[in-house]
């Protein structure tokens, strides 16, 4: 059963709280229906800028709207990148009636919806990120099980994959999704590269998941600049299917890695790119194990909320998979896709150097247990184990 209600929730509070809120995301990851459901359920008026029906009312956008708003009605607005003439109307509309407008954005074009917050809605926009589907919402009676876990891995987390009637039929709806991302959706937003380029292009992005970027050797393989290559990286990150996870810097004197490392957020299609189709070909996979770690970091996204996340190398080969800042706290985490994770050297030296307030170790089994209590580290911290399928039960513990 798919259980979105927490996001609703948090939607709802941040209308509350906000003037006009963007729910960005990767295409089909559910904005619309979200957005919908919010909008019957509270009398909002809603437009579709893929409509013509929605683009015919929205021809004389400062009358139609100032006539919503003067009902104290909340407009929703979808693919609302499609007129960026729109938002000097909005900022205007908003200052108008203060507190009492209230605008839902949604956009699977992030980067233009960020550089007109900063620009026409300075002040007055709130963001929220919306990801595909997190095991935390795939639950069966509020219990996530192991294969509920195993087939989210497989299939990924956009919504129409994850309902597929098979794992063939889910992989087949993956390439064409990026199919059409590649061919209609980067041309409408200025990144106009052909075809077979992009396809090679996301098949070297699948290559790195899980490693440190180096723009040269994907520039050298596609015949094109460094500054072109990241260009191309930085786009798919805006578009929120590609996370840059950022090295984090103590001063050590120690020589830290200062490369980002790429994930491909969504598994399932980061698994249509190495040409897995089924569960058997995953465990198989050379590069499972990465999968699986890029896969349970977006769980612990989405659950902990982090005000900011990076992760942190030495050269020396010291490693800690996640460093997240939350409430000025520094959590870490390590992915571990072994049946029981003990300490390592590494746990030792980011406890030791990076002063963490809390490091958890995150594994594919069932019991959650304690790696080494406060009394045996240097540090005074706990070092815990926790199953990835009890993650959405212990959501404080990320605090």
């Keep these: 059963m798919i259980n979105r209600s927490q996001l609703f929730q948090a939607l709802a509070e941040r209308l509350q709280e906000s003037r006009a809120v963007a729910m960005l995301g990767a295409r089909q990851v559910g904005k619309t229906t979200l957005a919908r459901s919010y909008a019957s359920?509270?009398?909002?008026?809603?437009?579709?800028?893929?409509?013509?029906?929605?683009?015919?009312?929205?021809?004389?956008?400062?009358?139609?709207l100032n006539a919503l708003l003067s009902q104290g009605r909340t407009v929703v607005i979808d693919e609302i990148q499609r007129r960026a003439d729109l938002f000097p109307v909005l900022r205007t509309l908003i200052d108008r009636y203060e507190r009492s407008a209230q605008f839902l954005l949604l956009g699977s074009a992030s980067p233009l919806l960020q550089?007109?917050?900063?620009?026409?809605?300075?002040?007055r926009l709130s963001l929220v990120s919306m990801g595909g589907l997190a095991l935390a919402e795939v639950m069966e009676d509020g219990q996530a099980l192991q294969a509920q876990a195993a087939e989210?891995?497989?299939?990924?987390?956009?919504?129409r994959?994850?309902?597929?009637?098979?794992?063939?039929?889910?992989?087949?709806?993956?390439?064409?999704?990026?199919?059409?991302v590649i061919e209609r959706d980067l041309p409408l937003l200025g990144l106009n590269v052909a075809a077979p380029v992009m396809q090679r292009f996301w098949r070297l992005l699948a290559h790195y998941h899980g490693q440190t970027w180096n723009a040269a050797e994907p520039a050298r393989s596609l015949g094109l600049s460094e500054p072109t290559v990241r260009r191309y990286l930085d786009f798919?990150?805006?578009?929120?299917?590609?996370?840059?996870?950022?090295?984090?810097?103590?001063?050590?004197?120690?020589?830290?890695?200062?490369?980002?490392?790429?994930?491909?957020r969504d598994s399932g299609l980061l698994h249509y790119l190495w040409g897995i189709a089924?569960?058997?070909a995953l465990w198989q996979h050379p590069k499972s194990g990465a999968s699986w770690e890029g896969f349970a970091m977006e769980q612990v996204m989405h659950v902990a909320q982090p005000d900011e996340a990076y992760?942190?190398?030495?050269?020396?080969?010291?490693?800690?998979d996640l460093l997240m800042f939350k409430q000025g706290l520094r959590v870490g985490v390590e992915f571990k896709r072994v049946d029981a994770p003990r300490m390592t050297a590494s746990m030792h030296i980011a406890l030791q150097d990076l002063k963490l307030d809390a490091l958890y170790v995150v594994y594919p089994g069932e019991l959650r247990y304690t790696i080494r209590p406060a009394s045996g580290t240097s540090t005074g911290v706990a070092v815990e184990a926790i199953p990835l399928t009890d993650l959405a039960h212990v959501r404080a513990n990320w605090s």
């Design 311 to 320: 992760f942190w190398a030495t050269h020396a080969g010291a490693e800690l």
């Design 161 to 180: 994959a994850v309902l597929a009637s098979n794992p063939r039929a889910a992989m087949r709806w993956l390439r064409d999704y990026l199919s059409l």
């Design 236 to 264: 798919m990150t805006g578009l929120q299917l590609v996370r840059q996870l950022p090295p984090w810097h103590e001063n050590l004197g120690k020589r830290q890695v200062k490369a980002p490392k790429i994930y491909i």
């Design 41 to 64: 359920a509270n009398n909002c008026a809603y437009f579709d800028l893929e409509d013509p029906q929605s683009l015919e009312s929205l021809a004389q956008p400062m009358t139609s």
């Design 115 to 123: 550089q007109q917050s900063s620009e026409s809605l300075a002040g």
């Design 278 to 280: 089924d569960s058997d």
């Design 152 to 159: 989210l891995w497989l299939r990924g987390g956009f919504p």
